[in-house]
């Protein structure tokens, strides 16, 4: 049967009967309405509010006609009330008597009836007690009694706190005067403590009500303090802000989507807002004794811890686990600036937050390096190692730099290394506000883990690297994009060194800003914490460039291994180049030998590629070509079995093969001097190796002073060389004299050019 079709047959029912379901003693409003409106259509819900709205009017005439009908009946009944009342008057004023009667008994029996019930005193010894005469103060004490249970009753306070109150004072006078004996007064006292608690227990409850709050609260705490039990009191104050506070937290729950920044806010703005409230409620009340300070402060951080675990579970376990660091920075701060606001209030809960929040923070920490590591490397495989300037919408390197000079502020970097710069930058701009966290070292720690992790990438990219062939051994993730050319992996060493050099130390500057150690308000503290970690960051930087160094060592290595070796893996500089000069009967075309020849060439393409690529860093460009000819030179003066055989070999060293050697390491030395990428190492080595073939020579019993032309002439024979390697001289233009030695040979000592090594 509808719903309609039900309120048509009750239409046909008379209105009692209609709203007999209505009285019963068992009536649910929400069963009845669940009953009836359980598959409603809108239509019918409207039905049935109009039927309702018929029965309420209704029911409101039934009832005035009932109350006319019935009027005298209402009138006699009024009357019975209150005669009624009387009668219940007349019988508490004859139990009074009656119990009045019962402490007039003899001093044993009314202590018997003090810690007695007064009915059961009553139904015990009314019989007995009838003719007893009672003091004054004994019939006050009766009344008093039942006057304080009834003020107890009607929930009275401040009377019954009055009354109280002029109990304990008789007392005093009943002691003072001796009006009732020991034994009664013991009696007394014992009686007040017992409905003093009982007081004490209705404030309590009071307290415990959702509606009892602010001034209401305060004064119930205060009553209950008064009455001599303070602990309980501040107990009590503390539990009732920490049941509003579990209230306020329900109503904030909200779906798994919506938790964030917003939630984060509300929930602490809700926690620390109420922890500040119950501070203020407690020092109004209970003042500073420190035994309430103490209180206050451990139950502070109980709250704060649980709303720490709160925010974890819902809010930074999911950030974290995601690399969400930025959200989790956000998390803090807002929980730090609602924190702060207690410590005028003498609660210091920064501690509590932090200690609770850090592991998630690190662990957020590392998924996001873990997250640009992962990044870099996938970046690096599509690399084509070109350097740009960043694309239109990337991160900008400086905020303050102009169009007009954005080229110039902009760094040119291939794609993965734009990429890596701005990740790291959101990374350290995500740890800077965690200052309080002191995470800013292992921050740069992670910065320098995630930037060794890129220089092997790029090491990778060198073709024929060693590292590349030991990473590709142990690891198939490590692919990336080869770097055929020189200009190529030129760009590479540009990546590496603009990285260690500028963008990551300024980036981490986000962490340790000079200018925030140089402003006025800072505290002296922090500015000498932050010269203290000055150091470390020295320290960092050098460790940035000990990685860059790894990248140039690989990229001289790989570049002087293509010098000395051929394809084939035969070796080009050997000692037969030398030593096969003094079996010929002709004079040698004076000239350096092939493979020098090559190292000069590859050396001016890597300066004039440097050029272009390191502007404003031109000392890394003279230190990678510095290296280059080092790495080449320290080959040859390392090589065991070239100088066996210059030594020890079937056919030693002769004089020719002195000259064309001196005449090569002259030419090493001077175009080196003139591209000033001459070091004091390198002049060093080419010394001892010079002087270590002059002592080849002199073990076959020639002086090699007497076989060995002037000083001039193997510097402008290399000069000529210099020219037409560069272009900017023919040899068929060249005069025979100046480049024959016998023109010029004497016994001169070389040395002038020994020295010229050592200078």
């Known amino acids: 049967m509808s719903i309609g079709d039900s309120a048509e047959l009750e239409g046909h029912l008379s209105l009692s009967d209609r709203l007999k379901v209505f009285k019963a003693s ?25 039927h309702l709205l018929e029965l309420r009017k209704a029911s409101a005439e039934e009832m005035r006609k009932s109350v006319y009908a019935n009027y005298t009946a209402f009138i006699r009944t009024s009357k019975e009330i209150s005669v009624l009342e009387g009668e219940l008057l007349s019988m508490r004023n004859l139990l009074s008597t009656q119990a009045a009667l019962v402490h007039g008994l003899a001093e044993g029996i009314i202590l ?13 010894d009314i019989s007995d007690v009838e ?32 009354a109280l109150a002029e109990g304990e004072q008789l007392a005093k006078e009943a002691k003072s005067k001796q009006t009732l004996s020991s034994d009664a007064l013991l009696k007394l006292k014992n009686a007040l403590s017992v409905l003093r608690q009982k007081l004490v227990d209705q404030l309590a409850e009071a307290t415990c009500q959702p509606f009892t709050h602010g001034a209401e609260l305060r004064s119930a705490v205060l009553t209950i303090k008064n009455l001599g039990d303070g602990p309980r009191a501040h107990t009590l104050l503390l539990n009732s802000h920490q049941q509003r506070l579990q209230r306020g937290m329900q109503s904030l729950r909200p779906s798994s989507t919506s938790y964030g920044g917003a939630f984060t806010s509300a929930l602490s703005q809700l926690v620390f807002s109420t922890i500040a409230q119950a501070a203020s409620d407690s020092l109004a009340v209970f003042g500073e004794e420190p035994a309430y300070s103490s209180e206050l402060v451990t139950w502070a951080i109980k709250q704060t811890e649980a709303f720490a675990l709160l ?20 998390c803090i701060q807002i929980c730090l600036g609602h924190c702060s606001l207690l410590e005028a209030r003498g609660l210091a809960l920064s501690p509590v937050l932090l200690r609770l929040f850090r592991p998630s923070v690190q662990l957020a920490f590392s998924a996001n390096l873990k997250r640009i590591e992962q990044s870099s490397a996938a970046l690096a495989a599509a690399d084509d190692w070109v350097l740009t300037y960043a694309s239109v919408g990337a991160r900008p390197f400086s905020s303050t730099s102009s169009l007009n000079n954005a080229n110039v502020s902009q760094p040119k970097l291939s794609s993965s290394a734009h990429r890596f710069n701005s990740m790291v930058q959101e990374f350290l701009e995500d740890v800077g506000p965690l200052e309080s966290l002191q995470l800013d070292g292992p921050a740069l720690e992670g910065v320098l883990q995630v930037f060794n992790s890129y220089v092997n990438l790029l090491i990778n990219a060198l073709p024929g690297s060693m590292e590349n062939e030991e990473n590709l051994e142990g690891s198939g993730s490590k692919i ?7 200009s190529q992996q030129m760009a590479l060493l540009a990546n590496a060194s603009l990285l260690a050099d500028e963008l990551l130390p300024r980036s981490a500057m986000k962490l340790l ?16 914490d932050r010269q203290s970690r000055l150091p470390e960051q020295r320290e960092w930087k050098r460790k940035l460039q000990r990685s860059v160094d790894r990248l140039r060592d690989s990229f001289c290595r790989q570049h002087a291994l293509d010098l000395i070796f051929t394809e084939d893996g035969d070796i080009r500089l050997n000692a037969q180049i030398y030593i096969s000069l003094d ?12 493979i020098f020849q090559e190292l000069f060439l590859k050396l001016t393409r890597v300066a004039s590629i440097a050029t272009d690529m390191f502007v404003g860093r031109e000392r890394f460009a003279t230190i990678l070509l510095m290296r280059l000819t080092e790495t080449v030179i320290l080959w040859l003066s390392d090589d065991q079995s070239f100088w066996e055989q210059i030594e020890q070999g079937p056919m030693p060293l002769g004089p020719l093969g002195l000259q064309q050697f001196y005449l090569d390491m002259e030419f090493v030395i001077i175009f080196s001097s003139q591209g000033r990428y001459l070091s004091r190492n390198l002049q060093q080595v080419i010394k001892n190796i010079i002087e270590r073939a002059m002592d080849a020579v002199t073990a076959t019993g020639i002086d090699p002073y007497s076989v060995l032309p002037e000083d001039d002439w193997f510097a402008e ?4 060389a210099i020219k037409m390697l560069s272009g900017k001289a023919n040899f068929s233009s060249m005069d025979r004299d100046v480049t024959s030695p016998t023109a010029s040979i004497s016994a001169k000592s070389i040395s002038s050019v020994v020295s010229h090594g050592s200078n």
């Open 112 to 124: 018997d009836s003090l810690s007695t019930g007064p009915e059961d005193s009553e139904a015990e």
């Open 480 to 486: 990336v994009r080869m770097a055929e050319n020189e």
């Open 583 to 594: 079996g010929n009967s002709e004079e040698p075309e004076w000239f350096p030998s092939p």
């Open 26 to 50: 068992q009536f649910d409003p929400d069963a009845y309405l669940l009953s009836k409106c359980h598959a409603m259509t809108e239509k019918e819900i409207k039905h049935v509010c109009s």
């Open 513 to 528: 800003p000079l200018s925030q150690s140089n402003r006025v308000d800072a505290t002296p503290k922090r500015a000498s």
């Open 311 to 330: 925010l974890k579970r819902h809010v930074l376990a999911l950030s974290a686990a995601a690399g969400g660091l930025r959200v989790a920075t956000e």
């Open 717 to 720: 024979v290399a000069q000529i």
């Open 131 to 162: 003719n007893t005469k009672l003091t004054k103060t004994e019939k006050w004490f009766v009344e008093f009694l039942d006057t304080l249970e009834v003020l107890l009753t009607e929930k009275r306070v401040e009377e019954a706190m009055a």
